[in-house]
Nanobody, 122 residues
């Protein structure tokens, strides 16, 4: 599985951006898609996730402002970011979680896309 993220840029506080993450390869094996972000000098933080059943989850700091969605036909996951704040600034990464189950065991593999920079000016 290969991922390609896009959509980052510079926006003023209160503005909006939409990130996209295209998946290529054995996309039918993807169970969960996630968006992470990493601010300068900080660790990577899980921002939002969506399962193959379209169940979503968000970190508290973005609830009500960000929306994660997926277009299965296009093998693409989106992150709509509204009411952006300066603290949303960072490099955003998408990740695919692939779970492979056999009779004996279940294994999960993570695939990361390259980051896309989001800068929110105050």
């Amino acid at each position: 599985v290969q991922l390609q993220a896009s959509g980052g840029g510079v926006v003023q506080a209160g503005g909006s951006l939409r990130l996209a993450c295209g998946a290529f390869g054995r996309t039918s094996d993807i169970n969960v898609m996630e968006w992470y972000r990493q601010a300068l000098g900080k660790g990577r933080e899980l921002v939002a996730s969506i399962t193959s059943d379209y169940v979503t989850d968000y970190v508290d700091s973005v609830k009500g402002r960000f929306t994660i969605s997926r277009d299965t036909a296009k093998n693409t996951v989106y992150l709509q970011m509204n009411s952006l704040k300066a603290e949303d600034t960072g490099v955003y990464y998408c990740k695919a979680v692939v779970t492979v189950a056999t009779i004996e065991a279940k294994s999960s593999f993570d695939y990361w896309g390259q980051g896309t920079l989001v800068t929110v000016s105050s």
